[in-house]
């Protein structure tokens, strides 16, 4: 019997892009198995006129209100609205900021958006993300090197998006597909500087989403190998052997989120510039 889901709205309200309170949101909700949040994002309130639309879709749909605002006279409209209405509204940053605050014992800056200027980390992202599309599915020159990540796995193991979200961290991340007899082209042997990573799944995993691919493809699946669970089966084996024979750490990423998969990868970049040497599977 399925259970009772409850459903609530929220509403984030923020004067830059929104993702951190999308982020804390979705990660307060995450820990209700049966609760089920409807977002209500406003980013970019910076004027009355805005927060005129956002005070309305609030009274419309009463719930829990979340905000990151510098504008005092915005955030107290919002905050008159919410007391009026009965309605919790939270400023998410708000303890955080003040342990830095009484720790530091200097004032906070009151810039909007101040976490998205154009900085140098901004620019290595973007470099970063250049770099990925480059070198995606097997696009490896000799500039090998140039990478902070190698990720090596058979096809349907998420290797472009996880290459893509590491980027997005600042990780300079290219991808090389495993097929049957494949063999490491002599640069990844000669790297010194690229960390080389496997990743796997269970064969159900990858025949199901292979399944699905060759539907969204309308192509024939009756005599495929790419779906067969033997040949999928033997194609896993061979890429585990490879990374076990090679010293790279491999992670099964059959359950993992791409988040999970790229944070475990940076946790490996940590141990490695730490020198620990880690190379277990995850």
Known sequence: MSRKRTFVHVHLVSDSTGETLMTASRAAVARYDEVEAIEHVYPLVRSDRQLDRVLAEIEDAPGIVMF?????????RLQSTCGRLGLPCIDVLDPLVAVFQSYLNVQKASRVGAQHELDAGY????????????HDDGALPDDIDEADVVLI??????????SIYL?????????????????????????????????TASPERIVA?????????????????YVNRQEVAKEVTFAR??????GWPLIDVTRRSI???AAAIVALLADRRYGTGVTEAF
């Open 68 to 76: 990151t605002l510098v504008d005092g006279e915005i955030l107290a």
């Open 123 to 134: 620019f290595r992202r973007i470099a970063a993300l250049d770099f990925a599309m480059r």
């Open 153 to 162: 796995g058979v096809s349907r193991t998420s290797k472009t998006p996880t």
């Open 167 to 199: 980027a997005n961290r600042g990780v300079r991340a290219t991808n090389l597909p495993i097929v049957p007899g494949f063999s490491p082209p002599p640069s990844m042997f000669q790297a010194k500087r690229a960390l080389i990573v496997g990743l």
């Open 209 to 225: 989403l292979r399944e699905n691919r060759l539907i969204a493809m309308n192509a024939d699946r009756r005599a495929s190998s």
């Open 241 to 246: 052997k490879l990374c076990a024979e090679n």
């Open 259 to 261: 988040e999970e998969t």
